[in-house]
């Protein structure tokens, strides 16, 4: 059987327009989950250690670290008017948005990234190597 052509195989144009609306939850699970180097990155940006960072920042989720939410906030705790207050530091799954493994799926990329962001159609155009290494990197980091 003939492997199947991905539909993102000529690339996608897509350049975040700094919206925040990745980092805001619309309704759904949006968990932000760290590795290991993601909380260390995270705690140097913010000149703490990695202990402390991972005390007041994180919380454990079917055995994973994820960043906690604020009561009745369910935003990034490190949104910030709109914007990315850790953004040099910002963790894999936020760098490697929207190619995610599960929203590359024509239907998903339609419902959870397209239908929503406003930096899909918009930059240059991301070729089909650029984003399997995302799709890899995210990969990796869900273990």
Same mark, same amino acid.
């Given at each position: 059987m003939p492997k199947r052509t991905k539909w993102w195989s000529h690339g996608i144009? !897509? $350049?975040c327009q700094g919206s925040g609306k990745c980092c805001t939850s619309r309704g759904g699970f949006g968990y932000v989950y760290l590795t290991a180097e993601d909380r260390r990155q995270m705690a140097r940006h913010l000149g703490?250690? &990695?202990?402390s960072f991972t005390a007041?920042? @994180?919380r454990k989720i079917h055995g994973q670290f994820a960043l906690k939410e604020e009561k009745g906030?369910? %935003? @990034?705790v490190f949104l910030d008017d709109k914007r990315c207050s850790v953004y040099a530091a910002r963790p894999t799954q936020c760098r490697t948005w929207p190619f995610w493994p599960e929203s590359m799926q024509p239907k998903a990329w339609r419902r959870d990234?397209?239908? !929503? @962001?406003p930096g899909v159609g918009k930059g240059r155009v991301i070729s089909?190597? $650029?984003i399997q &290494?995302?799709? %890899?990197i995210q990969s990796q980091a869900d273990g």
């Open positions: 144009r !897509f $350049e703490i250690a &990695t202990r007041r920042y @994180c906030n369910p %935003d @990034c990234v397209a239908a !929503f @962001c089909a190597r $650029e &290494t995302q799709i %890899d």
